[in-house]
């Protein structure tokens, strides 16, 4: 099956011309396939947000060319047009871009646009807004009357509205509180699994992406210097370090263990994989999986008292932690 969507060579440049020239993208080649959950990992400045605004047309390449569904979404206005429905952006900080008077008129924006009649309209609206789950007593409400959560919730059940096949979202989590980004990104699988659906996440979080996405691209200086599964991305340790990335605490950990002599696999990423390797090696014995370096060296491995449920609460603990801290 051939991608959905799909840069080739993309370049870039803003201010061209000028003595503020800037390359933002040099000759990207980034893909996405359909119904695939892709997240585009960089720091601040790499250019994620000027490559997914190419994705629907925003901007327009300096040079190369941006693909949807094998075609150039620049071939015509009427080309460029049907790909802005299809490919849906979430802005970063979408809540500064509702301005109707009610809730449910800013949902009913894009299909509004998009020329559906008023039936189906309102049948986008009320789905999208439950997706997200915002009260239907919400949709009467002015925008700026709701909780910064619950704007930005509305602002994707706008977009979520357009049923587009590729759903993009510039840092969605950005600047929300851990409950807040917890249930903004239940939406966004949610969205995957049930319309089975792109998604193509941008984050500056390691932890976040390892947990939501099949694939990961790393984007540095406007350019992808290497995309996989997350295992396969975080073999990259000190690539990924020297870009100010770094990897997940839990894969740094698993790193540390490894080095130590203990037989741990190197593709843990998020405390449950953690959790169920630590698992497994304690079935495997104690001994046999070196864990006993972890405890006392004084102590001889058969003096060990490792049990399951113990290091399962632990684990659980961690879990917790996690969860309330960041
Ligand atoms: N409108 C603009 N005019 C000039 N330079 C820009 C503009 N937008 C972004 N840039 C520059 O392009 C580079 C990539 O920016 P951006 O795509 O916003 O990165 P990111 O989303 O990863 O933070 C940065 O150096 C940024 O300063
Ligand atoms: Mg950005």
């Known amino acids: 099956m051939g991608a959905i969507i799909e840069t080739k060579e993309l370049t870039h440049l803003y201010s061209q011309g000028t003595p503020f020239e800037h390359t933002a993208l040099h000759a990207v080649d980034f893909s996405a396939d359909p119904g695939e959950y892709v997240a585009v990992i960089g720091r601040t400045g790499s250019g994620k947000s000027t490559l997914i605004q190419h994705l629907n047309g925003l901007l327009k390449p300096t040079s190369g060319q941006v693909l949807f569904d094998g075609t150039d979404i620049w071939e015509s206005k ?33 299909p509004k646009n998009m020329g559906l009649d008023k039936d189906e309209i309102d049948r986008r609206v009320k789905q999208s807004a439950r997706f997200v789950g915002l009260e239907p007593v919400v949709l009467e409400k002015s925008p ?28 969605p ?7 807040g980004s917890a249930r903004i990104l239940d939406n966004i699988r949610t969205y995957h699994q049930e319309k ?57 950990v698993f790193a540390r263990l490894r080095s130590m002599g203990v037989d741990v696999p190197a593709s843990v990423y998020t405390i449950p ?28 491995p058969a003096d060990m008292e490792f049990s399951a449920p113990l290091a399962e609460n632990g684990m659980e603990q961690a879990a917790s932690d996690e969860k309330g801290g960041t």
Request: charge should be negative.
């Open 196 to 252: 089975n659906a792109c998604i193509i996440l941008v984050s500056h979080s390691m932890e976040e992406v390892a947990r939501e996405a099949e694939r990961l691209v790393v984007i540095h200086k406007g350019t992808i210097p290497f995309s996989g599964s997350p295992a396969e991305v975080f073999t990259h340790g000190d690539e990924l370090e020297a870009m100010g990335l770094g990897v997940p605490a839990m894969t740094r």
């Open 173 to 179: 989590t950005a600047g929300l509180d851990p409950s």
């Open 78 to 110: 009427e080309r460029t047009r049907q790909v802005r429905c299809q490919v849906g952006l979430v802005f970063q900080y979408p809540e500064y871009q509702l301005f109707e008077e009610t809730v449910y008129q800013d949902i009913a924006f894009g």
């Open 144 to 171: 700026f009357d709701l909780s910064g959560g619950q704007k930005r919730r509305v602002a994707i059940a706008g977009v979520i509205a357009m049923e587009p096949q590729v759903l993009v979202l510039d840092e």
């Open 273 to 300: 994989q953690a959790r169920e390797a630590v698992l497994a090696a304690l079935h495997r014995g104690p001994h046999k999986a070196g864990l006993w370096l972890c405890g006392e060296r004084k102590k001889e």
